[in-house]
């Protein structure tokens, strides 16, 4: 009989934990449909230092990040965080990454020996 109870109790308990990890992936999923990056919309700008051009990105409602760079427009991928952050953005090849923030305006990049800064205003 106790082993019943037991067994009985460890169901319940494992289907009410399931139910809570089910309510919880809902409501995140809903968090991450209605949020909006504060960074959303094209921005413009230039690199500079041991090479120069123009630099485009366009910033998704989700934070992603796609652009272009320079004469040939290689393109820029990455991320953009809540505070304005940017996770790496790399290009595929040659592999010019961006360092810096949106909230800034600002930041550095490097493509192999040759690094600089950057800068963009969003239009």
Same mark, same amino acid.
């Given at each position: 009989?106790?082993?019943?109870?037991? *067994?009985?109790?460890?169901?319940?308990?494992?289907?009410?934990?399931?139910?809570?990890?089910?309510?919880?992936?809902? +409501?995140?999923?809903?968090?991450?449909?209605? $949020? #909006?990056?504060? $960074?959303?919309? @094209?921005?413009?700008?230039?690199?500079?230092?041991?090479?120069?051009?123009?630099?485009?990105?366009?910033?998704?409602?989700?934070?992603?990040?796609?652009? /272009?760079?320079? *004469?040939?427009? %290689?393109?820029?991928?990455?991320?953009?965080? %809540? %505070?304005?952050?940017?996770?790496?953005?790399?290009? %595929?090849?040659?592999?010019? /990454?961006?360092?810096?923030?949106?909230?800034?305006? @600002?930041? #550095? +990049?490097?493509?192999?020996?040759?690094?600089?800064? +950057? /800068?963009?205003?969003?239009?």
């Amino acid at each position: 009989m106790k082993t019943k109870t037991l *067994l009985s109790l460890l169901i319940l308990s494992s289907t009410f934990i399931s139910c809570d990890q089910i309510l919880d992936n809902y +409501w995140e999923k809903k968090e991450q449909e209605n $949020y #909006t990056s504060r $960074y959303m919309g @094209k921005w413009v700008g230039t690199y500079t230092g041991q090479g120069n051009g123009n630099l485009i990105i366009s910033v998704s409602k989700s934070g992603n990040i796609t652009g /272009t760079y320079g *004469l040939n427009k %290689d393109m820029v991928l990455g991320f953009v965080m %809540d %505070d304005g952050a940017l996770t790496p953005v790399i290009s %595929d090849t040659p592999i010019f /990454t961006m360092y810096g923030s949106l909230n800034t305006q @600002k930041g #550095t +990049w490097k493509n192999g020996s040759l690094a600089g800064e +950057w /800068t963009l205003t969003k239009r």
